[in-house]
């Protein structure tokens, strides 16, 4: 069994930054991909950025230049760094990842999520 614990949620001002961790245990080979999504009251869950295992970022456009991911593998953690934080940017905050179980084995696992709120 794999468990994904994000944590560093919080309310913050707008133009206020914040930081994500999110850490993988359990019976774990190796961990592909990492990623962070969000979800917004009455919106659909969208992506917000992804790195694969030798660390290459993708961001979604409206993050680019403001967030930052990444990752520690020898940890199983994933961090997004969030700088000038918008109202936009309110939602519930996943942490998602592609975990090795087997040599033949690979499945997608999703943290609780966690509450990231930009009001004044």
């Known amino acids: 069994q794999v468990q994904l614990v994000e944590s560093g949620g919080d309310l913050v001002q707008p133009g206020g930054s914040l930081r994500l961790s999110c850490s993988a245990s359990?019976?774990?080979?190796?961990?592909?991909?990492m990623g962070w999504y969000r979800q917004a009251p009455g919106k659909e869950r969208e992506l917000v950025a992804v790195?694969?295992?030798?660390?290459?970022?993708t961001y979604i456009e409206p993050v680019k230049g403001r967030f930052t991911i990444s990752r520690d593998n020898a940890k199983n953690t994933v961090y997004l760094q969030m700088n000038s934080l918008k109202p936009d940017d309110t939602a519930v905050y996943y942490c998602?990842?592609?975990?090795?179980?087997?040599?033949?084995?690979?499945?997608?696992?999703w943290g609780q999520g966690t509450q990231v709120t930009v009001s004044s």
């Open positions: 359990g019976n774990i080979i190796s961990i592909d991909t």
């Open positions: 790195i694969i295992s030798s660390g290459r970022p």
């Open positions: 998602n990842a592609l975990v090795q179980l087997s040599t033949y084995e690979e499945r997608w696992y």
